[in-house]
T-cell receptor, first 112, second 114 residues
Framework: AQSVSQHNHHVILSEAASLELGCNYS??????LFWYVQYPGQHLQLLLK??????LVKGIKGFEAEFIKSKFSFNLRKPSVQWSDTAEYFC??????????FGDGTTLTVKP | KAGVTQTPRYLIKTRGQQVTLSCSPI?????VSWYQQTPGQGLQFLFE???????NKGNFPGRFSGRQFSNSRSEMNVSTLELGDSALYLC?????????????FGPGTRLTVL
């Protein structure tokens, strides 16, 4: 069965700092990878996704992620975070239709 | 386009009772998935329905069941509630069963079991 690991449970940064959130998955076949974000009091929403092509994908709000197949990783990055990026971030793998496997999430707190 | 809606938003039940949660997907979406979100376990997949058929099932006991109607609306039922069932139950819809389709999430139903 596939699994997803997010290495950081809680990250605290100051505004303008750079962000990298780790995500590793275990699955030997073709995967589709997603990062979702849950802002305080809001729904989970898609940040970005990868399913083929350029391993560096760009999402909303200046986020990007790089798929490294050899490392089974899909790390999320942002060069300069803002206070409004405070949220919980989830990495997810989908190999089978409507069944996504999520990591435990990383809570990001950005200090103004 | 209206988003995924879930009713009710909040629910308080006592142990042993049963509960039914409802989810209306985005218009045109035919796949509906359910997840349980808890602080300790993150998002755990419950099941997925497509065209009124359960296509995938997670590792939850048989007390958790669901169904999907011809208009793609879905319901989830939990019988004989236990304290550990307290959680946020999320519904997500997607256009098709393709695994590269993103899922659109509803606001969730917060279930508290006393």
């Amino acid at each position: 069965a596939q699994s997803v690991s997010q290495h950081n449970h809680h990250v605290i940064l100051s505004e303008a700092a750079s962000l990298e959130l780790g995500c590793n998955y275990s699955y030997g076949g073709t995967v589709n990878l997603f990062w979702y974000v849950q802002y305080p009091g809001q729904h989970l929403q898609l940040l970005l996704k990868y399913f083929s092509g350029d391993p560096l994908v760009k999402g909303i709000k200046g986020f990007e992620a790089e798929f490294i197949k050899s490392k089974f990783s899909f790390n999320l990055r942002k060069p300069s975070v803002q206070w409004s990026d405070t949220a919980e971030y989830f990495c997810a793998v989908n190999t089978n239709a409507g069944k996504s496997t999520f990591g435990d999430g990383t809570t990001l707190t950005v200090k103004p | 386009k209206a988003g995924v809606t879930q009713t009710p938003r909040y629910l308080i039940k006592t142990r042993g009772q049963q509960v039914t949660l409802s989810c209306s997907p985005i218009s045109g979406h035919r796949s509906v998935s359910w997840y349980q979100q808890t602080p300790g376990q993150g998002l755990q997949f419950l099941f997925e329905y497509f065209s009124e058929t359960q296509r995938n099932k997670g590792n939850f006991p048989g007390r958790f069941s669901g169904r999907q109607f011809s208009n793609s609306r879905s319901e989830m039922n939990v019988s004989t509630l236990e304290l550990g069932d307290s959680a946020l139950y999320l519904c997500a819809s997607s256009f098709s069963q393709s695994s590269y389709n993103e899922q659109f999430f509803g606001p969730g139903t917060r279930l508290t079991v006393l």
